[in-house]
């Protein structure tokens, strides 16, 4: 299936990002997708690469992964990330919500573990239909909240697990 026919089959009602949204709305968002093809093992993108957009995964698996350290040298590359988690296209997910709120770089890399279609959404992208239609921008940032809202809680819930057997194991000399 190419890019346009992902986009055209309907299957955008079922990212959550659009949860709520009229017909009329998502075709609307429609129009401003990038449609991207990434061959597996290819990078989407790197940690700390700059960019101000959300991708939406239509097809395939991609890996994000995050450096282990704070100063990582180009010589130590790849040797200290972290694979975080495997994304697949049925799950609809999204990525780069946070550099779309913040304008901070990248926090994470992709890289695709299968041949991977996407769609591309720049935050002017969004800025336009917003301006033409100002309750889209109403749902589109109260589920992007929600997203966000929901990955923080698991975030807290995993630091508290890493906090937890960190304590355990310097409790018990390892």
């Not at 972290?82 to 770089?105: F, Q, Y």
């Not at 819930?157 to 194991?169: P, R, W």
């Amino acid at each position: 299936m190419t890019n346009s026919e992902l986009l055209n089959s309907g299957g955008l009602k079922d990212y959550p990002i659009f949860e709520g949204m009229s017909d009329n709305q998502i075709l609307e968002i429609q129009k401003s997708i990038r449609p991207g093809n990434y061959k597996k093992g290819e990078f989407i993108w790197k940690e700390d690469d700059s960019g101000r957009d959300v991708l939406l995964l239509m097809e395939g698996t991609i890996q994000i992964s995050q450096s282990l350290t704070l100063f990582p040298s180009e010589a130590d590359e790849g040797e200290y990330d972290k694979s975080i988690v495997l994304l697949k296209a049925e799950d609809r997910p999204i990525i780069g919500e946070i550099a779309l709120c913040t304008n901070t770089p990248r926090s994470a890399s992709l890289k695709a573990i299968t041949d991977v279609k996407t769609g591309l959404l720049t935050i002017q992208d969004i800025d336009e239909v917003v301006k033409g239609d100002p309750f889209f921008g109403v749902l589109f940032y109260r589920n992007l909240a929600n997203i966000i809202g929901e990955r923080l809680i698991t975030a807290n819930k995993n630091v508290l697990k890493l906090t937890t057997a960190f304590s355990l194991a310097l409790r018990h000399g390892a």
